[in-house]
């Protein structure tokens, strides 16, 4: 598959994969969210992908949506409202665009790898959106994070309620109703990201120690632990507790059980953190 | 409408309004619950309103619910043992007051508009969990919060609940049950306020600079916005991102939408935040 | 009772229980687990308990699941795969032993008193759930948090869920997908514990001062509030506000609320807090 808005290329268990239009900052279009969801079942499907890495090519994650295409939705719910006049009925141009971007920020939240972000420069409306699913978030101190939203007269529909998910409902609604700005410290400081960085060297070394403790952790353990957590809030807690039991069964009884365990005895290295 | 416990002032799209008793440091009584309820309404039903200033005149917020009224409770609730021993029966005056004191603070906490409260001095029991709803707190570092209830051997039945949904239950539970009293400080880095200010004229500063922040956001795509924020774990997450889809579509295509997109594309500012 | 693997003494309105298995890091057997329980039906019973205090021996609260017990349900599991090729059929021993401790913690969760923590060393696995469903958690500086199980080839089954309802999905998913090692301060920065100490000196202190705080507390009261913030989030809010106010009600109208009050006005201690 040769992609026209990313950047895809797997470095032994992580599939880098960098948004790819800098002539916009990287602005969401949506070719890019039909790309971005062509990666996720990519990394669905293949168990040897163990991280997800989304990064901006030159210093900026994600602008937020394309204008373009909203120009595009534009002139197609006019048409449609003429049609409509004539009887025809279609679904909202707007409506199909702006659930498009929630369908895949959804889909990157149920990645079963881990998902780790870079966020660097603009990491605004979707951007920050995509930011708020993903396991490990890194961010350059100098990253600018905003829901711009309410500011253009519309409504972050499909980020805002990612952003209570991430931060609680508390910070979310300062930050979405005064539409703040504000930078990658105060992003760690809310919860929003986990690691601060100074310099493109320490966002390198960050990731790459990451990404080393991805390896020590065993493949499939670590995917059912992701499907785990997620189920909290949405599940009555001891039926919860009850699956969970039965896949700490199934996985002791594995190959990878059976093998961690020989290796925590043997002090070495399981094979799959080789 | 003449109010006997609140000052009440319209400021530009914001609403300022007072806590005035200062003789009990605005404790708040019954008389005070009915009259929020009527400015809530007031906020609810008047578009032009983009914000809600609650503040304490005097230096204080809210010292918690007013003793005169317990008392007054007492004695109805002792008039109500001796009606019952002749068969009548009529809802307990104690839950009657408890429970008034908790739908006002659930109508705050719907409250279309950005709610914004100033907490000084004292923040105790209701004033507390009026407090813990507000979408832009603002504490003073001088501050006194608080749930001394437990302390008086009652419960924090009205104020507890919302500050689970505040801070989260780790929080909550340390602070209800230890009946922890804490300064400004603390309450900014438990999440309870958003702000930290160390005089009055740094309190001023910042109510400003949060409503020009109100006023550069478009009023009805807001309130919508708050309204999708509030409904983030009580609906299912693709039907809420569904609505949220469709109130979109919606306020692009309206008036706002359109001057929000036009504004940008011109570069100044759109004509809500003039 | 005589306990194997606890040393429990009763201090005045506190039951101090220290985990017992020195040469194990206080590792969590069985035996452990059925103690544990045990403990907490007594505090459950005995409303002249308002609180538990649970530590380990020798600098160290617990380094997780016993690996005996793991070795016998890997035994008994090979007889049950025999057996179940003979047409006989048991539960599965892993799922029986895993959700044992699950079971323990939800336990520990709902115990009316107020459960504190004493945090120093390892505090792994089990160890870490443990520390998870405390109202009050008191952390060493150098105490060691983690959840090793994903490096094992395991899952994090009974201890994951409750780390996600501890500190929120954003931390817990790093936390367990990465199997992050971290310190007391960074358990307090993430809101696992309560208190940081340096010194046992410290932690004495903190508690004693913690122990204070719970005697002001009017022990019906503490009970009920606590019941209370457990409802917020599996309970519509209205119908958990509305239950809060007949509690509130029922509270002011007894003993403990009449001595409060009288208390107040006296302007002495309440008799449960001398």
């Given at each position: ?58 210093g900026h994650f994600c602008s937020g949506g394309d204008i373009k295409d909203m120009a595009g939705a534009r002139a197609q719910a006019q048409a449609q409202t003429q049609a409509a006049q004539h009887g025809s009925d279609t679904e909202d141009a707007f409506y199909t665009l702006n659930r498009a971007f929630g369908r895949m920020i959804t889909r990157a939240d149920n ?164």
């Amino acid at each position: 598959m040769m992609y026209e808005t990313l950047l895809v290329e797997q470095q032994d268990c992580a599939l880098l994969v960098q948004l790819n239009r800098p002539q916009a900052r990287n602005a969401m279009s949506l070719a890019m969210v039909n790309e971005l969801n062509h990666v996720f079942d990519r990394a669905t499907n293949d168990p040897s992908i163990r991280a997800l890495v989304l990064r901006g090519v030159d210093g900026h994650f994600c602008s937020g949506g394309d204008i373009k295409d909203m120009a595009g939705a534009r002139a197609q719910a006019q048409a449609q409202t003429q049609a409509a006049q004539h009887g025809s009925d279609t679904e909202d141009a707007f409506y199909t665009l702006n659930r498009a971007f929630g369908r895949m920020i959804t889909r990157a939240d149920n990645v079963p790898c881990v998902l780790i972000t870079v966020l660097e420069g603009a990491v605004l409306g979707g951007g920050f959106g995509l930011a708020c699913v993903s396991d490990v978030a890194i961010a350059a101190h100098s990253a600018q994070f905003g829901l711009p939203e309410t500011g253009l007269g519309v409504v972050p529909a499909q980020i805002a309620p990612f952003v209570v998910t991430r931060v609680g409902l508390t910070q979310a609604r300062r930050l979405a109703l005064l539409g703040e700005r504000f930078d990658g410290e105060e992003a760690v400081r809310l919860g929003i990201a986990h690691y601060l960085c100074d310099s493109k060297q320490a966002i390198d070394d960050t990731l790459e120690n990451v990404l080393t403790k991805v390896r020590r952790a065993a493949p499939h353990a670590n995917r059912v632990t992701k499907q785990l957590l997620h189920q909290v809030g949405s599940m009555e807690m001891d039926s919860l507790l009850d699956g969970a039991a039965r896949e700490f069964a199934t996985a002791v009884k594995s190959d990878e059980g059976a093998e961690g365990t020989l290796a925590f005895v043997e002090k070495r290295l399981p094979n799959w953190a080789q």
